[in-house]
């Protein structure tokens, strides 16, 4: 059974940065896909960024392009999301999720196995 937790949200003002963690546990997946998505309220979950295993292929929403940035470590089963200049359109909960597959996706149904979230507020 694979765990994930994601960590790091928080509360930052305008222009600021975060970094979040999510650490996956039990099993081993091979070379899988990872990403992370947010989800504000009253709306749909939403795709932020994801990176294959090695890291060589990586993908990002419009919206995040240019300020957030999405690696991996792969010796610690950790994931991360970089996120700077953050704005206040970035407050959300942020999801870590895993696929089973090598392929990077970016639609939320293509992975599965999510952490619970983390929050992340940015004041203006």
């Known amino acids: 059974q694979v765990h994930v937790v994601e960590s790091g949200g928080g509360l930052v003002q305008a222009g600021g940065s975060l970094r979040l963690s999510c650490a996956a546990s039990?099993?081993?997946?091979?070379?899988?896909?990872m990403g992370w998505f947010r989800q504000a309220p009253g709306k749909e979950r939403d795709f932020v960024a994801a990176?294959?295993?090695?890291?060589?292929?990586?993908s990002y929403a419009d919206s995040v392009k240019g300020r957030f940035t999405i690696s991996r470590d792969n010796a610690k089963n950790t994931l991360y999301l970089q996120m700077n200049g953050l704005k206040p359109e970035d407050t959300a909960v942020y999801y870590c999720?895993?696929?089973?597959?090598?392929?990077?996706?970016?639609?939320?149904?293509?992975?599965?196995?999510w952490g619970q979230g983390t929050q992340v507020t940015v004041s203006s």
């Open positions: 990176t294959s295993w090695s890291g060589s292929t990586t």
């Open positions: 999720a895993a696929k089973i597959g090598m392929v990077v996706r970016t639609e939320a149904a293509d992975y599965e196995y």
């Open positions: 039990g099993p081993t997946l091979a070379r899988n896909a």
